[in-house]
C-alpha cells in the first residue's frame, strides 16, 4: 500500500496532503472540526484491505493540522471551499467519492453547491454537521467562536490544557466514540498545538450552515449520510431531516461521533458495499 504526504501549494495556501494507496479510483476525505489528515489513516488501511483500487486522499483543512491558514476576512465556509476546489485542481484527477466527516461534510456540499464538484461524485457524510443549532445557541454559538478567535490568549491557553491527556479523554467520551491510547495521544498532540487551535476557532466563527440549508435544495449529487446512533455531538436526527430523492441515510448502532477512528473495518465494509450498489436504497 503506497502512503506518503506532501506539502502543496493552491490557492494562495500551503497545503498538507495526505496519500494511501495508489489505485485508479480516487475517494477525497474532508476531516472535522479540531482533527486533520491524520484521523483518516486506519480508515484508509481498512479501506485497501478490502479493496486496493483506490487512492485515498486527505487534505489538513486551512489552518489546522500542518496546513497554512487562509487570511483574515476570508476564513469562512465559502472561502475555504474556494481554496479547496484550488486545492482539487492540481490532482491529476478528480476524485470519485468525497466523505466528509462532521463539520467537513458541510465543506463537502458547500464545495458541490459552489461548482467544485461535478455531479457524478458520490459523496458521503459521517455525521455530518450540517444544521445550525437551535434556538438561542443558534445565535450565542458563532458569536462566542468568534470572540475566542479574536483573544490571542485563548489557543496557548487551550493547548496548555491539553497536555493533561485526562482532559483530552474526556473530551473524546463526550462525542459518544471510544478510541484506543494511539488516537488520544494524537488528538492531544494536534490539541497542545496553539496554531491549530487557533485555526479551529476561526473556522468555527465564520461557519455559515444557515447559508449551506438555504442552498442544499440545489444539490445535485448523490449523497448517503451515515450515521453512528451513539453521536452525542450531531444529533443522529438530523439526517432524518435531510432525507429527499437522491439522500440516502445508513445508520450503526453502537458508534458516536468518531465513527471513522472507532471501528474502520465496520465503516469500510459498510461503504464499499454502498458503492458497488450505487442504485440500491438505503435505510
Known sequence: MGAGTTMVSAGGLRWHL????????????????????????????????????WTLLAPDLPGQGRSAPLPPGRRGMAAMAEALRALLATLAEPPAVVLGHSAGGALMLRLALDGGLSPPTRLIGLNAALQPFDGLAGWTYPALARLLAWNPLVPPLAAWRARDLTAVRRLIAATGSALNEDAVARYGHWLRQPTHLAGVLSMMADWDLAGLQRDLPRLQHPLTLVVGERDAVVPPAQAARLRRPGVQVQRLDGLGHLMHEEDPPRLAALLLADLDQPNAACS
Open 18 to 53: 495526505a496519500r494511501w494507496g495508489d489505485g485508479p479510483r480516487q475517494l477525497l476525505c474532508l476531516h472535522g472540526t479540531g482533527a486533520c489528515s491524520d484521523s483518516f489513516q486506519t480508515l484508509a488501511q481498512a479501506w485497501l484491505a478490502r479493496d486496493a483500487g
